[in-house]
C-alpha cells in the first residue's frame, strides 16, 4: 500500500487486481495471444528494457495491455488484430489492473509502472504494431524489427 502511495500511482490496487475506466488515468491498447507477447519484446528492446506500464493474462484469451497517456488512442488508425481501449461519448472500455505484489492471478505486470505519468510511447507503439501485425512477425518468429 505504501509503495502505491508514495510513487502517487493510486490508480494500482492494493491487492489482487481491479478494473479501471480506461482515458482517466491512462487509455491501453491490447494485443492477444503471441502477437500482444511479440509487441512486447520488441518494445522491451526499442526502448532499452523500459517501454511503460504493460499488464499480462495468463489465461483465456493471453492479452497484453499496454498503458498509455489518455486520449493517444484516438483520432488514429491502429492496425488489425489491435484493440483499443479508451473512453468517449458513446463507449466506456475498462482494463484490468493488478496490483504490485501478491497474488494476482491471472494478471502481472510485465513492465510496472515506474512512476507517474510514465507511459507507453503510443507512436512508437502503434509504429510497431502495424509493422509486426501486417507481416505476421511473431509467428515467423523474426526479430528483426
Same mark, same amino acid.
Given at each position: 500500500?505504501?509503495?502505491?502511495?508514495e510513487?502517487?500511482?493510486?490508480?494500482?490496487?492494493?491487492?489482487?487486481?481491479?478494473?479501471?475506466?480506461?482515458?482517466?488515468?491512462?487509455?491501453?491498447?491490447?494485443v492477444d495471444?503471441?502477437?500482444?507477447?511479440a509487441?512486447?519484446?520488441?518494445?522491451e528492446?526499442?526502448?532499452?528494457g523500459?517501454p511503460?506500464?504493460?499488464?499480462?493474462?495468463a489465461?483465456?484469451?493471453?492479452?497484453?495491455?499496454?498503458?498509455?497517456?489518455?486520449?493517444?488512442?484516438? @483520432?488514429?488508425?491502429?492496425?488489425?488484430g489491435?484493440?483499443?481501449?479508451n473512453?468517449?461519448?458513446? @463507449?466506456?472500455?475498462?482494463?484490468?489492473?493488478p496490483?504490485?505484489?501478491?497474488?494476482?492471478?491471472?494478471?502481472?505486470?510485465?513492465?510496472?509502472?515506474?512512476?507517474?505519468?510514465?507511459?507507453? @510511447?503510443?507512436?512508437?507503439?502503434?509504429?510497431?504494431?502495424t509493422?509486426?501485425l501486417?507481416h505476421?512477425?511473431?509467428s515467423?518468429?523474426?526479430?528483426?524489427?
Amino acid at each position: 500500500m505504501a509503495a502505491n502511495r508514495e510513487e502517487n500511482l493510486d490508480w494500482i490496487p492494493i491487492s489482487g487486481f481491479q478494473l479501471r475506466k480506461a482515458g482517466v488515468q491512462f487509455d491501453a491498447v491490447r494485443v492477444d495471444g503471441d502477437d500482444g507477447r511479440a509487441l512486447a519484446d520488441h518494445m522491451e528492446r526499442l526502448t532499452g528494457g523500459d517501454p511503460g506500464p504493460v499488464v499480462v493474462e495468463a489465461n483465456g484469451r493471453r492479452s497484453v495491455y499496454f498503458l498509455v497517456p489518455p486520449g493517444s488512442t484516438t @483520432h488514429r488508425p491502429w492496425p488489425r488484430g489491435v484493440t483499443r481501449l479508451n473512453a468517449g461519448p458513446t @463507449h466506456v472500455g475498462y482494463v484490468p489492473v493488478p496490483a504490485l505484489q501478491g497474488r494476482t492471478w491471472p494478471l502481472s505486470w510485465r513492465f510496472p509502472p515506474t512512476r507517474p505519468g510514465r507511459y507507453v @510511447h503510443a507512436l512508437l507503439l502503434r509504429s510497431v504494431a502495424t509493422v509486426l501485425l501486417a507481416h505476421g512477425v511473431s509467428s515467423q518468429g523474426r526479430s528483426d524489427l
